[in-house]
């Protein structure tokens, strides 16, 4: 089976820079992915790493390690729009190469 | 317009009856899929389709059925709606060897009250 852990919530100031973490346990792994979630709205895509290291996109930036089953969101400058609910998910070798979701971190900015 | 739509937007049913949420995408992907979101569970996996003629259960398909009656369309319905199948149902849609992130794009979500 699969299992992710993320924490549940994070509050950072708008400005700044925060890290979500995302740690896996997983029968076999093609890659970690990240989506984006506000209160209300449906899931967007906004990375996805299947090699170690560091993606950077604008703002964002996903690391992963897959020796350490681990991965984090990085979001920098941040801005009160970024409020919002970010998910980690593997994508694994079953019949789909399925998504499997992290629980979800509430990221709330503050001014 | 939206690529991809979900009917209705909401919806709030009685236990025992039998509904059906529709899904349609105009982005001409092959994969569909159906997810339930439940507050502090994420997103879990009800079923999948790679196409119209193939369909797969997912991580929580008892008390779901699903259909794929055009390549652009894919239905979820509870045969006999129980209380605690009130979550908000997301479909999403992928296309296969598009992209090797195989990112999924999501509905605006249908949530459903069982009462």
């Known amino acids: ?111 | 317009d939206a690529d991809v739509t979900q009917t209705p937007r909401n919806r709030i049913t009685k236990t025992g009856k039998r509904i059906m949420l529709e899904c349609s995408q105009t982005k001409g992907h092959d994969r569909m899929y159906w997810y339930r979101q439940d507050p502090g569970l994420g997103l879990r996996l009800i079923y999948y389709s790679f196409d119209v003629k193939d369909i797969n259960k997912g991580e929580i398909s008892d008390g779901y059925s699903v259909s794929r009656q055009a390549q652009a369309k894919f239905s979820l319905s509870l045969e006999s709606a129980i209380p605690n199948q009130t979550a908000l149902y997301f479909c999403a849609t992928s296309v296969h060897g598009g992209s090797p992130k195989e990112t999924q794009y999501f509905g605006p979500g249908t949530r459903l009250l069982v009462l």
Request: glycine share 10%.
């Open chain 1, 1 to 111: 089976g699969q299992s992710l852990e993320q924490p549940s919530e994070v509050t950072a100031v708008e400005g700044a820079i925060v890290q979500i973490n995302c740690t896996y346990q997983t029968s076999g792994f093609y890659g970690l992915s990240w989506y984006q979630q506000h209160d209300g709205g449906a899931p967007t895509f906004l990375s996805y790493n299947a090699l170690d290291g560091l993606e950077e996109t604008g703002r964002f930036s996903s690391f992963l390690s897959r020796s350490d089953s681990y991965g984090y969101l990085l979001l920098q400058e941040l801005q009160m729009k970024d409020s919002a609910s970010y998910f980690c998910a593997v994508r694994v070798p079953t019949g789909a190469n399925n998504l499997f979701f992290g629980t979800g971190t509430r990221l709330t900015v503050i001014p």
